[in-house]
C-alpha cells in the first residue's frame, strides 16, 4: 500500500455503497439527489466519530443504578467547503446537533485549477474543537488542503475530512500537505480527468445538489 494511503478509511457499509451508487446515476435528479446526500452524510458521520473519547458515569434506570458511558465532552465543529459541502454539513449536525458550524468558501480556478478564497468564517474557539471538514469530492486536493489549512491556522489541532468520493491524485496531494488529516471516503475512484474530475465519480457536485447543470 502507498504511503499516502494510510490516512484513509473507505466506509464500505452495504447503505452507504447502496446510496452512493444511486448518486452517480445520471438519471438521479436534484431532489434525490439531495436527500441521498443528506442521509449518506449521516450514515458516514457514524464512521468519522467512532473514535471520540468516552467516560463513565453514575445513573440510575428504573430497574438499578449502574456506571453507563457517555461521550467525554469533547467539542466538535463542521466546516463544509462551499458550496457543494453544504449539502453534507446537514446530515452530520442530525447526528452531532450540538456541533458548532464553520464555513469556508473556495472555488477552483477554471485555467490553473488552484483553489481561490471568496469566503471564510469559523467558530471562534476553533482552537478548542476537533474540527469535521465536509467536502463532497476529493479531486485535486486542493480545495481541502487550503480549507484544511485555514482550519489549523485557527489554531485547530485535530482536522478530519469526510467526502464522498476521492480521487488518488486528491489523496496524494493532501497527505503531502496534511500527513496528520484522516481521510474518510465512500469510494476511491479511478483517476481525474483532464478536466480535473473524477472518474467515474458523479460529475460535478455542486450543480446536482442545487441544479444549476
Known amino acids: 500500500m502507498e504511503e499516502y494511503m494510510k490516512n484513509v478509511t473507505v466506509i464500505d457499509h452495504p447503505l452507504v ?12 435528479g436534484t431532489k434525490d439527489f ?24 453514575d445513573i440510575e434506570t428504573p430497574v438499578a443504578p449502574m456506571k453507563a458511558r457517555v461521550l467525554a465532552g469533547r467539542k466538535l465543529g463542521i466546516v463544509p ?5 453544504l449539502g453534507m454539513a446537514e446530515g452530520v449536525m442530525e447526528l452531532i446537533p450540538a456541533a458548532k458550524v464553520g464555513h469556508i468558501g473556495l ?4 485555467v490553473t485549477h488552484k483553489p ?3 469566503y471564510h468564517k469559523l467558530p471562534s474557539d476553533t482552537c478548542e474543537r476537533d474540527m469535521i471538514v465536509v467536502d463532497p469530492m476529493l479531486a485535486t486536493g486542493g480545495s481541502a488542503a487550503e480549507g484544511i489549512r485555514m482550519v489549523k491556522e485557527a489554531g485547530c489541532k485535530t ?3 469526510m467526502c464522498l468520493v476521492a480521487a ?6 493532501l497527505y503531502e500537505q496534511h500527513p496528520d488529516v484522516h481521510i474518510y471516503t465512500a469510494a476511491i475512484d479511478s483517476h481525474l480527468n483532464e478536466h480535473c474530475y473524477i472518474v467515474p465519480g458523479l460529475g460535478d457536485a455542486g450543480d446536482r445538489i442545487f441544479g444549476t447543470k
Open 107 to 110: 472555488y477552483r480556478d477554471p
Open 17 to 28: 455503497q447502496h446510496k452512493l451508487t444511486l448518486m452517480r446515476d445520471k438519471n438521479t
Open 159 to 161: 482536522v478530519r475530512l
Open 168 to 173: 488518488p491524485e486528491g489523496i496524494k496531494a
Open 116 to 118: 481561490v478564497s471568496y
Open 34 to 57: 439531495r436527500m441521498l446526500l443528506n442521509e449518506l452524510s449521516t450514515l458516514m458521520a457514524y464512521e468519522v466519530t467512532r473514535d471520540l473519547p468516552m467516560e463513565e458515569i
Open 81 to 85: 467547503i462551499l458550496r457543494a459541502g
